[in-house]
């Protein structure tokens, strides 16, 4: 009788380790703009694609010319930059999409109000 809660158990951590397994390979990576990047009018390449938290986004860019800045929605809205946001500036950044709608601008002057921003929401 022992031997057969052992063996349950073992099937038990057996399928868990299949689903976390699972859900990682799931995972997408999209690069944001496509072949173009991240630069202006990007506002609308995330129509008709679907998202999932843990999904990756990668913005290319030249970081002399654009960063990239994770906003709430009045950020995104407002082309503003909130205190506390994370400004990112390799040039290749790569951000795990989280739950919900999640909002990205890049703040140089005036970029983020021609269309250099995305909402993409994960779920």
């Known amino acids: 009788m022992a031997q057969g809660r052992g063996s ?3 099937l038990g951590l057996a399928l868990l380790c299949l689903l976390i397994h699972s859900e990682i390979a799931e995972s997408a990576t999209y690069t944001v703009g496509d072949s173009n990047g991240w630069t ?3 506002d609308s390449w995330p129509r ?7 999904d990756v986004l990668v913005f290319t860019y030249n970081p002399s010319a654009h960063n990239v800045v994770a906003v709430n929605r009045g950020g995104y809205n407002g082309c503003t930059t909130p205190r506390g946001s994370k ?12 739950k919900g709608t999640n909002y990205f601008i890049c703040n140089f002057a005036g970029h983020c109000q ?3 921003k995305i909402a993409v929401t994960a779920v």
Request: no cysteine; proline share 0%.
């Open 87 to 98: 400004v990112f500036r390799s040039g290749n950044d790569r951000i795990t999409l989280s």
């Open 114 to 116: 021609s269309g250099m």
């Open 48 to 54: 008709g694609k679907r998202f999932r938290a843990g």
């Open 40 to 42: 202006f009018n990007t």
């Open 8 to 10: 349950a158990v073992a």
